[in-house]
Nanobody
Framework: QVQLVESGGGLVQAGGSLRLSCAAS????????MGWFRQAPGKEREFVAA????????YYADSVKGRFTVSRDNAKNTVYLQMNSLKPEDTAVYYC?????????????????WGQGTQVTVSS
């Protein structure tokens, strides 16, 4: 069983930055692909970014490519999402996701474990 706890959300002006963190419990964290999804009001949850268990491969949604960076620290059981040049359309609840499936497939099929989400609000 893996538990995920997100933090770092908040209110920021357009053009600003935030860094989200996701702390994971469980000995299997270093072997799991990790990812971030988001859900805006009235919209479906969508893929944002994913990172392989080693950190060697990363994947991004086209809408965040070049602005967001996903990384992980397996010694701390933590995955990060650095978000720069934020836009009002980035406003959403951001969810951490983890599991045994490859990071390359998370764009279309999330892994099994979810965090509770953290709110990110970008004002114009």
């Amino acid at each position: 069983q893996v538990q995920l706890v997100e933090s770092g959300g908040g209110l920021v002006q357009a053009g600003g930055s935030l860094r989200l963190s996701c702390a994971a419990s469980g000995r299997t964290f270093p072997t799991y692909a990790m990812g971030w999804f988001r859900q805006a009001p009235g919209k479906e949850r969508e893929f944002v970014a994913a990172i392989s268990w080693s950190g060697g491969s990363t994947y991004y949604a086209d809408s965040v490519k070049g602005r967001f960076t996903v990384s992980r620290d397996n010694a701390k059981n933590t995955v990060y999402l650095q978000m720069n040049s934020l836009k009002p359309e980035d406003t959403a609840v951001y969810y951490c996701n983890a599991g045994a499936m490859f990071a390359s497939t998370m764009r279309v099929r999330p892994n099994e474990y979810w965090g509770q989400g953290t709110q990110v609000t970008v004002s114009s």
